[in-house]
């Protein structure tokens, strides 16, 4: 009944319960497990006494970053598997108290009736319809091939058992607590009230907002008062915050007009001396190159020869009058584009469209890629020149013939392969043949084409934005810093940590060097993210380390997606859980309170009378009206909602003026000039149900609550 009146009192609260799959992977993260085999800390974390053993608790962080494809940092897959088993752990005890228990049968008919199952092709019989014997003997030989040695696939499905056993639980457990959160004759009666009581109202109203912020001032000493005041409604977490400089590793201007003097240095012939040939001899420049594709390779481009055609928008405009200015075989360049330095030469110059609408018909042979055709190269050459004859200008016959013979996924839709992009269509992983064919010739073109696929008999249904492209050989190479600029960037770094060491200030030495100062500001324990720089974990936890005292600094080297650098540190606050800190959280919250509080107090001195007519005049206002207000929806025209002068309103009596009241956007004065209570009813029924509606709603907030009953320790912290 406790979790029950817990959930009923709260209004609103976002909760996330785990859902049927938890996770399908189980690997050996060998190097994690031997990480936590120390005998120091047992368990990773413990539910109501009862441990989160850390070898597990290891096992499934590393299968929820392999199920993620490594999407998810290593924090994420944590917290994600923390949540997950704290989870378990809590509804287990929660389901014996409750009774609920889930059989095999139980777990066996939602298996069965799982869509991934019903429709498998594995599982279907000679007249496709599901078959529940076939399902049977495709888990026994599971655990067969489990006894044999091969047992990945068997402990998935175990896993997979365990997870629908679970949700059927969880469905069972919340199913019963919603059932809990019903509402009485009483309740359904007092919402019939509170939507159909009718109040107007007269009233005089000063905003907060007539205030200046900057006039009210908020000492350290009130705002700590305040919050000794009412520990218990701000509540905070451990933090830490830092201050620190960034020193990212990035090339200089020196380096930047080296890495240009090399990439010209790439257009005309050059002579070296070879050791093979102990003579000097000539190396093709990209102007006198025509073998594009090893002159890349060749000279190490740090991007490949590509096919694709190119319009002017799509090059940097500091050099694209220049390329499509150029003549057939001109080098341009060197320019900057995307950190690289590039030259190009202009290979052709034609109007070609940004998409291309086509058709196909394939007959593939043996040796084609994917073909599993017997028809040799000439056969299926002679049966494309036929099918060419007979379908030449006729786009029904070739639709016909296309359903016929098709084998790939254009069958039935009358060889339709649909619009083809122009980048899509010159990528690596598109047949260049077919794109050739397809865009260099004109809407209505039919013709037979050789690919790696087989031959085609193409036909180009429609073109779509033709406009002049080049096509182009681009060698580049990306500007990087050299060893000189990166052991500078680290002296930089390292002399700053060393003054740090030895007493001198951030603040100080960032001025003399015009450093720029970032700040983090109240990190949390399993934080791994500082502003401006993503997934620095050891950062933090640094930060949290025992013993660890405001002043003290470290380097640190990080590399975000290629971007390296080194960072410097500095601790600069600290506080404890629940240690009435005022940290940045606890004061944007506390001082708008004390803020208001204050502009509160002003505006009462303004608002002196004993009529609203007084009152306005004497604060330099107007008296302004209300007209079917209810609690339900507590809404005053022109000012918004009001819960606590609306709250007011019901109680007082008609045509007597109110105190002045502090509501949530001002003070006011008020005097009910009406008061119209709705017709009694015989039966509440359907506003009980509408109560009742609205409390079952809230089960999503079942997992929190229960944490919240729960004795929990998180050690998290101490290993991650």
Not at 80 to 91: G, I, L, T
Request: glycine share 6%.
């Amino acid at each position: 009944m406790a979790i029950l009146s817990k959930i009923r009192d709260r209004s609103m609260f976002l909760i996330l319960i785990v859902g049927l799959a938890l996770f399908a992977f189980v690997l050996d993260p060998s190097s994690i497990q031997s990480f936590f085999s120390s005998n120091k800390v047992n368990a990773i974390g413990q539910v109501n006494g009862e441990d989160i053993d850390r070898e597990e608790f290891a096992q499934q962080v590393e299968a929820y970053r392999t199920q993620s494809g490594g999407r998810a940092t290593q924090m994420q897959a944590v917290n994600a598997v923390w949540d997950a088993m704290v989870s378990e752990k809590m509804f287990a005890a929660q389901l014996e108290k409750a009774g609920i228990v889930v059989g095999e049968k139980d777990i066996w008919d939602a298996m069965v009736s799982l869509p991934e199952v019903q429709n498998s092709p594995m599982f279907r019989n000679e007249a496709n319809l599901f078959d529940e014997e076939m399902l049977k003997e495709y888990i026994a030989n599971l655990k067969d091939e489990s006894v044999a040695g091969n047992s990945e696939a068997w402990m998935n499905w175990l896993n997979t058992e365990k997870s629908i056993k679970q949700n059927l639980e969880r469905q069972a457990y919340t199913t019963l607590v919603s059932a809990g959160l019903g509402a009485s004759f009483a309740e359904g009666k007092r919402e019939y009230l509170y939507q159909n009581t009718k109040m107007d109202a007269q009233y005089v109203y000063l905003p907060y907002t007539s205030i200046n912020e900057s006039s009210i001032t908020v000492s350290k000493g009130e705002m700590k008062a305040y919050l000794e005041k009412n520990a218990k409604r701000f509540k905070s977490e451990a933090s830490r915050s830092l201050e620190y400089v960034k020193f990212d590793i990035v090339a200089s201007e020196s380096d930047e007009n080296d890495v240009k003097t090399l990439v010209e240095s790439y257009i005309n012939d050059r002579e070296e001396y070879s050791t093979a040939a102990k003579a000097k001899v000539v190396i093709p420049g990209l102007k006198t190159a025509t073998h594009y594709e090893s002159f890349m390779n060749d000279n190490k481009s740090d991007s490949p020869m590509s096919e694709t055609y190119i319009y002017k928008n799509q090059l940097p405009i500091t050099i694209s009058e220049e390329i499509f200015s150029a003549a057939i075989n001109d080098v341009v360049g060197p320019y900057k584009e995307n950190g690289s330095y590039k030259i190009s030469k202009v290979l052709e110059v034609t109007k070609i469209a940004d998409s291309v609408k086509s058709s196909h018909i394939i007959i593939p042979f043996a040796g084609a890629t994917r073909s599993t055709s017997l028809k040799t190269k000439e056969e299926a050459k002679q049966m494309a020149d036929s099918i060419y004859a007979l379908v030449k200008g006729n786009k029904t016959k070739f639709a016909e013939i296309a359903d016929e013979i098709n084998s790939d996924g254009t069958k039935g839709k009358g060889g339709d392969i649909g619009w083809i992009r122009k980048d899509q269509a010159f990528s690596q992983s598109f047949d260049p043949d077919f794109a050739s064919f397809i865009y260099k010739n004109n809407a209505g073109t039919m013709g037979v084409v050789e690919t790696a696929f087989g031959y085609h008999v193409i036909s180009v249904d429609e073109q779509k934005n033709i406009d002049q492209a080049v096509k182009l050989a681009t060698f580049s190479r990306l500007i990087e810093p050299s060893e000189e600029t990166e052991n500078l960037i680290f002296e930089k770094a390292e002399t700053l940590a060393s003054k740090l060491a030895e007493g001198g200030s951030l603040e100080d030495i960032a001025k003399e060097n015009n450093y720029s100062v970032l700040s983090a500001m109240n990190l949390k324990s399993l934080d791994e993210n500082l502003p401006g720089i993503s997934n620095q974990r050891s950062i933090v936890t640094w930060a949290f380390e025992n013993g660890r005292e405001l002043g003290d600094s470290k380097r640190f080297d990080f590399d975000v997606n290629g971007n390296r650098g080194y960072l410097v540190a500095v601790l600069k606050g600290k506080a404890e859980k629940d240690s009435n800190e005022l940290t940045t959280d606890i004061i944007s919250q506390i001082r708008p309170e004390i803020v208001n509080s204050k502009k509160a107090a002003i505006l009462k001195e303004k608002m002196k009378g004993a009529t609203l007519e007084e009152v306005a005049k004497n604060a330099n206002t107007t008296v302004a009206s209300a007209s079917l207000v209810t609690l339900a929806s507590p809404l005053i025209s022109g000012v918004g909602n009001e819960p606590k002068v609306v709250g007011a309103m019901s109680t007082i009596k008609l045509n007597e003026v109110s105190n002045l009241i502090e509501g949530d956007k001002g003070v006011f004065m008020i005097k009910v000039t009406n008061r119209t209570e709705p017709v009694k009813l015989d039966n509440y029924e359907n506003f009980r149900k509408q109560v009742s509606t609205k409390l079952s709603g809230r089960s999503y907030q079942l997992f929190q609550v229960l944490k919240e009953k729960s004795d929990v320790v998180d050690n998290r912290a101490k290993f991650f």
